[in-house]
């Protein structure tokens, strides 16, 4: 850094948000950074407004987790990591939950950019500590983003691709530098790299599996461990940033165990049982049913459905392209006709959900109707390698009346199949040039899903194809998805108001092939691949919008999944021992947030025996 660089790290300290000129344009310095516009939150803060600031610290609280685990690693492909293992580490920054996207300084306390985004620079908080009471250098992010790139799971590869570089330009200021082109999103990425104690893995297989409770900077500590059963965290009392803004109002728990449950029912009866504090339903029949409960009507169970605003993205069956059979894009479209969403919703889900009808729904991203004006101008570019329809019709997946006589959508998908040289013979569906039997197997992870599985599998029999379902165990399951070993699962996609470097690894041709990318479907396609790289560089909000908005289209026009459905709200039952903020954030169930109120905790065992 030259000179003039160096006074402004000196004087921003006491001008901050100041801005001067610099390669690049004029350099900003502030103590957070949003994607597009000025981040909610001035210099001064104090609280995120959904935090309470003066929540009491303390309390033990019981989560559930499902599976099994074993490892505390969580930065590398082999192993299964432990919930809650997280809390250990801290990135240069941190999100809020009330923007679409901005970034604060966690371990970092000033971040400097110039105005063409090309470069950016984080200024370490002198007090950041690692739990042995090192401190947190330049020299542990420089190392951080060199082994997790290098050595890491290889969605680091994928996430951090454009970042070729990072250099100490202070004593304790590290710059990153970027490739390709403009990518404003960039900035804000590598704030998000988790930050590693070079010194604690030295002399360590960073690539091995461990049940070592590993050095972090956050503000939990490991307790106690008992390889995949359950974990158990405290809370540490010299956590270097606990009176951070960022941090006030969180962290509130003094303990936190996580119990390790490998069936989804004895998982519910264990939390109505009161051995779980707090219990996520995603089962809309359990969610109308299991729950007339005295506890309940009595309120010492809270049960409670919380309205957000997250985008949904999207959950589907997901076809495996990998394999010769769901090639053909007409093939993958004319299966969607066997799932009869509407029979599904009404008889299994107490019509609770919405039918699922972009990988961004739920939000202002999502495409609907014809393109826009926006839209074309992204999209005409590529009109001779698209399906018409992305022109011409507004994407809506297969419905039904829900009577469960699906008759007319089964001749549909005939009509289609046989148009792409399948068709019934001897019984079974058979290409007529490969003598291809389409047959083919459903991997789940949890047998809740079978009663959804299974009718639809029933469809598919009626024309001709066998398909499976078959229920693994977390480790294989997790094993199988790092390899692609697998013909269709049911997946999704999670999706935020600021989509960017992430889409590489959902749909690039680059990540289809790395073990462990999230390219669950194996998409290979050059304008899915250019489309990514617009949404990336996207100069506004509108354009973000409008590029998007194309991106999601093509996707859905592909038929690379058969889409399912999206609630956008919280289902959540807890027993009534929690403090809980006024004000809910916007895109973030917060239970970080919560806390133990000493007097409900007190009470609880006593109230619970008296409606019980």
């Known amino acids: 850094m030259n000179r003039f660089g160096w006074c402004l790290v000196m004087v921003a300290f006491v001008l901050p948000g100041i801005s001067t000129a610099q390669d690049g344009g004029e350099v900003h310095r502030a103590h957070a950074i949003a994607m597009h516009g000025t981040p909610k939150y001035g210099a001064d803060f104090e609280h995120f407004e959904y935090t309470n600031p003066d929540a009491p610290k303390g309390g033990r609280v019981v989560f559930s987790a499902f599976g099994s685990y074993d490892s505390l690693h969580p930065f590398i492909l082999k192993g299964q990591s432990a919930a809650g293992v997280g809390n250990l580490f801290e990135s240069l920054t941190m999100s809020s939950s009330d923007e679409a996207f901005s970034r604060y300084g966690l371990l970092a306390e000033a971040i400097e950019w110039p105005e063409d985004r090309s470069w950016v620079a984080y200024t370490l908080r002198p007090e950041a500590r690692w739990q042995d009471g090192q401190p947190v250098t330049v020299e542990d992010v420089i190392w951080s983003l060199e082994t997790l790139k290098s050595q890491g799971h290889p969605g680091f590869r994928q996430y951090f691709a454009s970042v070729t570089g990072a250099e100490r330009t202070g004593p304790r200021t590290v710059r990153f530098s970027f490739s390709g082109p403009t990518n404003r999103e960039l900035p804000l990425i590598i704030g998000e790299l988790p930050i590693l104690p070079k010194h604690y893995w030295q002399g360590r297989d960073f690539q091995a599996t461990t049940l070592e409770a590993p050095l972090g900077s956050g503000p939990y500590r490991v307790k106690a461990v008992d390889p995949g059963r359950s974990i158990t965290y405290e809370l540490d009392p010299n956590y270097w940033g606990k ?187 058979t290409h007529g040039d490969s003598g291809l039997v389409m047959q083919f197997e459903v991997m789940l992870v949890s047998p809740d899903f079978e009663r959804v599985v299974l009718p639809f599998t029933k469809n598919l029999e009626r024309l001709g194809i066998a398909a499976d379902v078959r229920t693994v165990d977390t480790a294989q399951y997790q094993q199988r998805m790092d390899s692609f070993d697998f013909d269709v699962v049911v997946g999704g996609w999670g999706q935020s108001l600021s989509p960017g470097n992430e889409q590489r690894n959902y749909w690039h041709s680059q990540a289809a092939d790395i073990p462990g990318s999230r390219n669950t479907a194996g998409i290979q396609d050059p304008v899915v691949d250019e489309l990514i790289e617009l949404v990336i560089s996207a100069p506004d909000r509108d354009g973000l919008i409008a590029r998007t908005r194309a991106l999601d289209r093509v996707l859905l026009w592909n038929h690379y999944v058969i889409p399912h459905w999206h609630l956008a709200a919280y289902r959540v039952l807890y027993w009534d021992k929690f403090g809980t903020p006024e004000i809910m954030p916007k895109y973030d169930l917060g239970v970080q947030y919560w806390w133990v109120a000493p007097d409900l905790d007190a009470s609880l065992a006593e109230r619970r025996d008296a409606v019980q």
């Open 243 to 429: 009176d951070l803004p960022v941090n006030r109002g969180k962290n509130n728990y003094g303990v936190m165990h996580y119990e390790y449950y490998r069936d989804r029912g004895v998982q519910r009866e264990a939390f109505k049982a009161g051995k779980i504090d707090f219990f996520s339903e995603n089962v809309a029949k359990e969610w109308a049913t299991a729950y007339d409960l005295s506890t309940v009507r009595n309120g010492v169970v809270n049960k409670r459905l919380i309205p957000h605003e997250n985008p949904q993205g999207m959950q589907a069956f997901v076809f495996n392209t990998r394999r010769k059979m769901f090639k053909d894009r007409q093939v993958r479209a004319a299966l969607a006709y066997a799932f009869d969403f509407e029979w599904t919703n009404q008889n299994l889900f107490y019509g609770a959900y919405k039918r699922t009808k972009s990988y961004f729904s739920n939000s202002e991203l999502a495409s609907s109707d014809l393109p826009g004006e926006g839209e074309l101008a992204v999209l005409e570019p590529y009109r001779d390698q698209l399906p018409p329809e992305v022109f011409t019709e507004a994407y809506e997946p297969p419905m039904t009346d829900g009577s469960g006589n699906l008759r007319g959508n089964l001749r549909t998908a005939l009509r289609l199949l046989k148009g792409a040289g399948w068709d019934i013979q001897d019984g079974a569906l």
